[in-house]
Nanobody
Framework: QLQLVESGGGLVQPGGSLRLSCVVSGFRFDYYAMGWFRQAPGKEREGVSC????????NYADSVKGRFTISRDNAKNMVYLQMNSLKPEDTAVYYC????????????????????WGQGTQVTVSS
């Protein structure tokens, strides 16, 4: 059974950091590119970052470039999102997702290109 489980969310002050983790089971993790998405209240889900199977390619939304870093450990079936310099506008539920291809999408980190999703973890940035 395919399963993705996120963890690491929480409440953090502006300027702070969090590290999200996602553990995957039920499929060959090293065959799948992985992504992180987020959804704020009243907004559509947006792509945050993507990483290829060999970690050779990483993509980021403009809003998080230079602040967030995606990484993966294929031996542990884990994907991570290190979030630094957090802002209130980063507040959202964060989801990890799997894409049944080695690479990230060529035209952006978009929902239809990812076929499996976790349940999400809440990140709240507030003073």
């Amino acid at each position: 059974q395919l399963q993705l489980v996120e963890s690491g969310g929480g409440l953090v002050q502006p300027g702070g950091s969090l590290r999200l983790s996602c553990v995957v089971s039920g499929f060959r993790f090293d065959y799948y590119a992985m992504g992180w998405f987020r959804q704020a209240p009243g907004k559509e889900r947006e792509g945050v970052s993507c990483i290829s199977t060999d970690s050779g390619t990483t993509n980021y939304a403009d809003s998080v470039k230079g602040r967030f870093t995606i990484s993966r450990d294929n031996a542990k079936n884990m994907v991570y999102l290190q979030m630094n310099s957090l802002k209130p506008e980063d507040t959202a539920v964060y989801y990890c997702a799997a894409r049944g291809f080695e690479g990230c999408p060529n035209d952006g980190i978009k929902n239809p290109y990812f076929g499996a999703w976790g349940q999400g973890t809440q990140v709240t940035v507030s003073s």
